[in-house]
């Protein structure tokens, strides 16, 4: 009879390989099915991606599937932006002019109500975040021209999950053109892991633009919704509703730091919902709640 002697590494490394699935899996079961629950007789298509403070935390629901960004493609706008102030070809004080032309009507800018004869210099900063902290839509498209338009900031992502081809202008020609800028919502969380680990923009203006993004005012009814004492830097998205009642889209993502430091990066798209506008967002609410709840419990 022969025996087979097998090494006790070998042995000691499988043990781990099973553990760490037996983890993901565990992840992936409880977390996924709570989101689950959250969705299941929601009206529309849900799309979430969740990435855990551990590189096995993942969780995706319709995570591969493209959604219409709407205003959260102001996130890697902003990356662009401030990536040009890194490499000097703008600066953050340098001021630009904001003639009365460009502050259209019909569109969302607290900075026109504020400004309604235009005319006026503001520095780049202030642009910056007058278009992550108020979504200011005639900003977004002002600081577009000055970095060359939605081509450029495709080129500076190099990924072609992120279609970016309509300003907030374009988008509110028809009821289709809200929809022409897309992405998955597990693109979205790389893109936003990526920018926590500074692989994106250097130290400071990752933690500029993280702070600017902490204090955004739009979409403080969803991730925020239900954790309001809560650090979470999150970009939203919002489109028309249409005469039948549907809402295009209703979108937050973000990242949601953890009582340890550790950070969730989460995004949740919500497209063609007959869900009343509030509903919808507790939905947000209701997911970013539960994920913040098994973090804790954990």
């Not at 800018?109 to 780049?124: A, T, V």
């Not at 028809?174 to 130290?203: G, H, M, R």
């Not at 973000?254 to 550790?262: Q, R, T, V, W």
Request: some cysteine; aromatic content about 8%; proline content about 3%.
């Amino acid at each position: 009879m022969k025996f087979l002697l097998i090494p006790i590494a070998t042995i000691l490394l499988s043990l781990n390989s099973c553990i760490s699935k037996t983890n993901r899996s565990t992840v992936q079961s409880i977390l996924q099915s709570k989101i689950e629950t959250i969705i299941s007789a929601k009206k529309g298509t849900i799309g979430v991606s969740i990435i855990g403070p551990k590189t096995s935390d993942n969780v995706s629901i319709n995570g591969e599937e493209m959604f219409p960004m709407l205003s959260t493609f102001k996130f890697p706008i902003a990356l662009m932006v401030l990536h040009k102030v890194e490499v000097r070809e703008l600066s953050m004080q340098q001021q630009v002019f904001i003639k009365k032309e460009e502050l259209l009507q019909n569109t969302w800018s607290p900075f026109r109500e504020k400004y309604p004869e235009g005319n006026i210099s503001i520095s780049l900063e202030e642009g910056i975040n007058w278009m992550v902290n108020y979504s200011d839509n005639n900003i977004t498209d002002i600081l577009l021209r000055l970095i060359g338009g939605t081509d450029q900031v495709e080129k500076f992502l190099n990924n072609k999950i992120f279609i970016i081809k309509n300003n907030e202008d374009d988008m509110h020609k028809d009821w289709e053109s809200q929809f022409i800028n897309k992405a998955t919502p597990s693109a979205f969380t790389e893109l936003l892991k990526n920018f926590s680990e500074e692989k994106i923009l250097n130290k400071e203006n990752t933690a500029w633009l993280y702070q600017a993004m902490v204090g955004s005012r739009t979409g403080v009814n969803r991730l925020k919704g239900k954790l309001p004492n809560v650090e979470i830097a999150q970009r939203a998205g919002t489109s028309f509703t249409n005469d039948e009642g549907i809402t295009g889209a209703i979108n937050n993502v973000g990242i949601i730091e953890l009582p340890n430091k550790h950070k969730i990066f989460i995004a949740v798209f919500i497209h063609n919902t007959s869900e009343e506008f509030e509903k919808a967002e507790e939905i947000i609410a209701d997911i970013a709640k539960a994920t913040y709840d098994y973090y804790i419990e954990k």
